[in-house]
């Protein structure tokens, strides 16, 4: 079974910085996209940006050129830093691996002015 845990997430002033990880468990990390979803409060889930196997990766228009992810299959890991942070990113940020619909647990990011 698959598991997924972020970590990382916290309080940071408008402008900082925070890199977010998720650790899965399972023995084809290599070879899935993994993704990075996030909810605000009362807002859907929207997608943040994604990774496939082959390292080709998309975002999400309201974090390009800020948000970077990435992934350390060695570490069966993917990451998301996350760098000029807006108020309005703040969220509970998740980690996704599509093609099994797996997510983790969730982690809050709050973004202060």
């Known amino acids: 079974q698959v598991q997924l845990v972020e970590s990382g997430g916290g309080l940071v002033q408008a402008g900082g910085s925070l890199r977010l990880s998720c650790a899965a468990s399972?023995?084809?990390?290599?070879?899935?996209?993994m993704g990075w979803y996030r909810q605000a409060p009362g807002k859907e889930r929207e997608f943040v940006a994604d990774?496939?196997?082959?390292?080709?990766?998309s975002y999400a228009n309201f974090v390009k050129g800020r948000f970077t992810i990435s992934r350390d299959n060695a570490k069966n890991t993917v990451y998301l830093q996350m760098n000029s942070l807006k108020p309005e990113d703040t969220a509970i940020y998740y980690c996704?691996?599509?093609?099994?619909?797996?997510w983790g647990q969730g982690t809050q990011v709050t973004v202060s002015s």
């Open positions: 399972g023995r084809t990390f290599s070879g899935n996209t």
């Open positions: 996704q691996r599509p093609d099994i619909n797996a």
């Open positions: 990774i496939n196997g082959s390292g080709t990766i």
